[in-house]
């Protein structure tokens, strides 16, 4: 098993930039695919980005696509999204989630989660 940690979140002015973290623990960081996810009040989990084991390869959402960036760092089991040019409709809770397979943008697809961190964008 893996447990995850997410950090970063807060409130940012439209247009701004905020880095979050996901810090993992158990087993082998590196056996595992880390996904981000969102969820905004009265809507579905969406997906937001993913990246492989390695972190050869990455994926995204269209909404965020040229904005955000996911990374990871196995030496220091931490997975990062960092989040540029924000707009209020990414204000949401984000997830982080890990699988050792691989799996795509369907949430429960995912075995693994964060308790979520907020993120809050104002206009």
């Known amino acids: 098993q893996v447990q995850l940690v997410e950090s970063g979140g807060g409130l940012v002015q439209a247009g701004g930039s905020l880095r979050l973290s996901c810090a993992a623990s158990?087993?082998?960081?590196?056996?595992?695919?880390v996904g981000w996810f969102r969820q905004a009040p009265g809507k579905e989990r969406e997906f937001v980005a993913r990246?492989?084991?390695?972190?050869?390869?990455?994926s995204y959402a269209d909404s965020v696509k040229g904005r955000f960036t996911i990374s990871r760092d196995n030496a220091k089991n931490t997975a990062y999204l960092q989040m540029n040019s924000l707009k209020p409709e990414d204000t949401a809770v984000y997830y982080c989630?890990?699988?050792?397979?691989?799996?795509?943008?369907?949430?429960?697809?995912?075995?693994?989660w964060g308790q979520g961190t907020q993120v809050t964008v104002s206009s």
């Open positions: 989630a890990a699988d050792a397979s691989l799996r795509g943008a369907h949430a429960a697809e995912y075995d693994y």
């Open positions: 158990g087993r082998t960081f590196s056996a595992y695919i």
């Open positions: 990246i492989t084991w390695s972190g050869a390869t990455t």
